[in-house]
């Protein structure tokens, strides 16, 4: 029973959207979809005879606003989100570990808080979406919206660093061009994150970043918290 997959880019805040289907019964699922690219997204589930059953949300967005609340509304699809965001509004709030399915395959919410407190990351067969949490080569910042760097350096080495070692990697953003990557590659060659850096070394780094705070956080964060809406 094949897995159908699909990874999109949205130039402006560099964010993928991923949809995963059954190619059989034409359920579907997407994985952080962006305002901008709403039509993209709804002609492609649209040519490929998909149904979208689950929209998944890997944390609340910062640097842009979602798409999910204007998709439900035209599909009828459940938004979903880890528990930890405590947004009641969502359909799903999944547990740890817990699953959604959608035709034959289940996906399972990974708790991977510490880029933000409600970050989760979502297994299926061999990939790992991990939004914000781990990214190639890099991870989400820790300096706003709940972030704890020490928090985010035990949900990648207690929580991602464990899942099989050929396990794919799609993360939330990429600004390099890159699109994936392994776990086995980033505990090998993340240089924030990979297995000789200690949870202290993990800290100091984060917490000298000096970076800019993103542009849209004042809009994007209280939208995001209405689905985009
Ligand atoms: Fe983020």
Do not use: W
Not at 33 to 45: H, Q
Not at 164 to 182: F, M
């Amino acid at each position: 029973m094949s897995l159908v997959f699909r990874q999109l880019f949205e130039s402006e805040s560099s964010t993928y959207t991923y949809i995963l289907a059954d190619s059989v019964t034409k359920e579907a699922i997407i994985i952080d979809p962006v305002k901008e690219t709403l039509e993209r997204d709804m002609s492609l589930l649209e040519e490929m005879h998909l149904k979208l059953k689950y929209i998944l949300e890997t944390h609340v967005h910062a640097d842009h606003i979602t798409s999910a609340g204007t998709l439900k509304e035209k599909t009828k699809a459940k938004i979903v989100l880890g528990v930890g965001t405590g947004l009641e509004t969502a359909d799903v709030l999944l547990e740890d570990n817990e699953t959604l399915s959608f035709g034959s395959h289940k996906i399972k919410a990974i708790r991977t808080p510490g880029h933000t407190n409600g970050c989760t990351s979502y297994y299926i067969d061999g990939y790992v979406f991990t939004g914000d949490a781990l990214l190639i080569r890099g991870c989400g910042r820790t300096d706003f919206q709940e972030g704890s760097a020490e928090t985010l350096y035990k949900s990648v080495k207690g929580r991602l660093f464990l899942l099989p070692k050929d396990t794919l990697v799609y993360p939330g953003h990429d600004y390099q061009g890159r699109t994936c990557s392994s776990i086995a590659e980033e505990m090998q060659s993340n240089p924030r994150l990979r297995i000789s850096v200690s949870e202290g070394d993990f800290i100091e780094i984060m917490n000298n970043l000096k970076l800019e705070k993103p542009k849209k956080i004042d809009v994007a964060v209280p939208a995001n918290l209405k689905h985009g809406l």
